[in-house]
């Protein structure tokens, strides 16, 4: 019987260690998440904004909202009721469609941050809380920070298409500043 031989070997360079791949967030049940989240949110913002502008669903229109702007300290009503209407409809439909969702997003938030400042602090829970304007807003910043999803307009526009954390936080910066100018002009 022979022995095995025994050969001398040198050592071999570690290969490289293979890169983990990071986890992916879009998952189609994350993407249909963020969506059931914008059909919920989107409509019902646009649909106040409607009600600001057109007097739609019992709104005011114009002068009615405006005659409230006016009543609450802000400085040219009508002009108020005109720019609020806009950003809650314009930011809504841009929520549904998943359009420029970061600047959609912010858009609401600095809307919902003078919808909470004159409705007032003295309460957490409806009917006279703060609790319905403060869960609009975070869905909207949540939205604005993590993007719209797959389903989406945004997936179509090269800027935007590949949605990143610091596209969302200066969105939602920018609405909480353009929210405080206004605050700031009311009496």
Known sequence: MTSPS??????QAAAPAARPRPATLS??????????LRLVLGPTMAAHGSQKLFGWFGGGGISGTGQF??????????????????????GGLGLVLGLL??????AIVGTLINAIAVHGAGAFFAPKGIEYELLLTAGA???????????AVDRFLPVV???????????????????????????
């Open 27 to 36: 998952t189609p049940g994350h993407d249909t998440g963020l969506l059931l």
């Open 101 to 106: 969702t970061p600047l959609a997003g912010a």
């Open 161 to 187: 298409r590949s949605h990143r954390l610091a596209h969302g936080a200066l969105a939602v910066a920018l609405g909480v500043i353009l929210a405080a100018v206004l605050l700031l002009v009311r009496d």
């Open 69 to 90: 702007f006016t009543a609450s300290g802000y400085p040219a009503g009508d002009a108020m009721a005109v720019l609020a209407g806009l950003t809650e409809t314009l």
């Open 6 to 11: 025994v050969t001398a070997t040198k050592p």
């Open 141 to 151: 910043a949540a939205l604005a920070l993590t993007g719209p999803g797959r389903y």
